[in-house]
Structure formats: structure tokens, C-alpha cells
């Protein structure tokens, strides 16, 4: 086909594309916008909290004054230490965990490693946030800390590496803000639908909605068991002198 042909050709088209989109902006112009209007249900009116205050709607888990929304896993009052506004782990006494179970949530939480650095690797400022009770989320001084990847600071504990490294510097407070979406398992314990983490390192997406493997275990592949829609929040005894401040949680 000649040049002149393949031109014309083109010409026509171009004018029928633009004859189609002439019609359809007409068509849209036509249409009431109130059609696509929505009203209802209108949202809940929730009021964010300044900095790291809590939002009006959050339970808050640890203001500044004492623990007790918590309770040592192995039973009874925490015996961790309370000062500054911030409590810190007491090494040897164990875990500990909220009073109350949470399924869906937005968390909240800060925590610092010692300023006083003391060993490399996982024994540097070592923690963990476990939604229910059993999915980690691995505190650590990771600021020039080697160790292996999906055990560093903001990891879902030996199982997925963060996105970048946001640690700040060992003594500095640090925050996670967790978003996370529980299973859900059938009668007969099979996965309906695994959890989902998304993680906030210091302002920084680190987790982007990733899928929980199964229950955090040091050795082995995780896998999931089946336990109840709502589980408490545990913070680990690691033997290291980590604290915590500003925690609250939202139920989603």
C-alpha cells in the first residue's frame, strides 16, 4: 500500500477516535453527578491524637505510670522496671502480656536499645513484638549491627527481611507502627486466611503487607495452629535491657 493510502487511513482513525471520545464526554456531561454521590454509612469521627499521643478511639496500653494493662506470662504482676516515663525489661523475669486479647489491629508501640552497646549480633538490644501471642516482630539494635537478615531489626522473625534498614542509633527511641490482620481458620483448624503485617519503621514502609508464614519458630518452617479470633500482645524477655513507651492499640 502506498504512503498516501496508509496516511488516509490513519487520518480516519484518529477521527474516529476523537469522534468517539467527543461522545462519550458529551455523554458524560449528561449524567447527574448525584448519581455517584454516596451518604451512607457515614464514618465514625475519630480524633487523631498530636505526635505520639493516641487517637481517641486506641486503648492505651502503657501511658507513662504503670503496667497494669500487663501481667507476666508465667502468672501475676510484671516485674519489669518503670522510670522516665518508659519501662524496661528486667532481665530473667520473663515474658510479658496485655490483660486483654486483640485480633485486627493498628499498634502502636516505641522502644530503645541500651545506649551502652554490649555483644553483636542478636545479642545486641534484642526483643520481639508478638501479635497474638505468636507472630514476631523482631526488636534489635540494628544500627551497624551484621546479623543474619530475617532476624534484624523490623524483620517478621525468620521469615521476611525488612524492605530497608530505618534503625536509628542504640539509646534513641525508636517506633513501629504495626498494621495487622489476623487468620482466620476453620472448624476443623485449616486456614481460611493467613495474617497479614504491614510494618512502619521509624516513618518508613519496611513490611508491605506481607503474608504471615505461621507461628515464629526459631528452628524449622513456621506453620500455623489453630487458636482463638483474639489473642493477648507479648512483649519478649530477651535478656536484654530493652524499654518500651507510648503503646497503644486499635481494634480494627
Not at 469521627?45 to 493516641?54: F, K, N, Q
Not at 513490611?207 to 489453630?226: E, F
Request: aromatic fraction near 10%; include cysteine; charged fraction near 20%.
Amino acid at each position: 500500500m502506498r504512503a498516501e493510502g496508509i496516511a488516509k487511513r490513519i487520518s480516519f482513525a484518529a477521527a474516529a477516535l476523537l469522534s468517539a471520545l467527543g461522545a462519550h464526554a458529551q455523554a458524560q456531561t449528561q449524567i447527574d453527578p448525584k448519581l455517584t454521590e454516596v451518604w451512607e454509612p457515614v464514618p465514625r469521627v475519630v480524633t487523631p491524637g498530636r505526635g505520639s499521643e493516641a487517637p481517641s478511639d486506641a486503648l492505651v496500653l502503657f501511658a507513662g505510670k504503670d503496667l497494669s494493662q500487663w501481667e507476666s506470662i508465667k502468672g501475676g504482676p510484671v516485674k519489669w522496671t518503670i522510670a522516665d516515663a518508659a519501662f524496661t525489661v528486667a532481665r530473667g523475669t520473663g515474658d510479658i502480656r496485655s490483660k486483654r486479647a486483640f485480633g485486627d489491629c493498628q499498634l502502636h508501640i516505641e522502644w530503645r536499645a541500651p545506649a551502652e552497646v554490649a555483644g553483636e549480633g542478636q545479642e545486641r538490644g534484642n526483643s520481639g513484638v508478638f501479635l497474638q501471642g505468636r507472630y514476631e516482630v523482631q526488636v534489635l539494635d540494628s544500627y551497624n549491627n551484621a546479623t543474619y537478615l530475617n532476624g534484624q531489626a523490623a524483620s517478621i522473625y525468620k521469615q521476611y527481611i525488612p524492605l530497608v534498614n530505618a534503625s536509628r542509633k542504640p539509646g534513641e527511641w525508636q517506633t513501629y507502627d504495626i498494621f495487622f490482620r489476623a487468620p482466620r481458620f476453620s472448624e476443623d483448624g485449616t486456614v481460611d486466611q493467613p495474617a497479614y503485617i504491614t510494618i512502619v519503621h521509624n516513618g518508613v514502609l519496611v513490611q508491605d503487607h506481607v503474608q504471615i508464614k505461621g507461628s515464629t519458630v526459631n528452628r524449622g518452617p513456621p506453620s500455623y495452629a489453630k487458636h482463638d479470633a483474639k489473642e493477648p500482645l507479648v512483649l519478649q524477655d530477651h535478656d536484654t535491657p530493652v524499654s518500651y513507651r507510648n503503646i497503644w492499640i486499635r481494634e480494627l
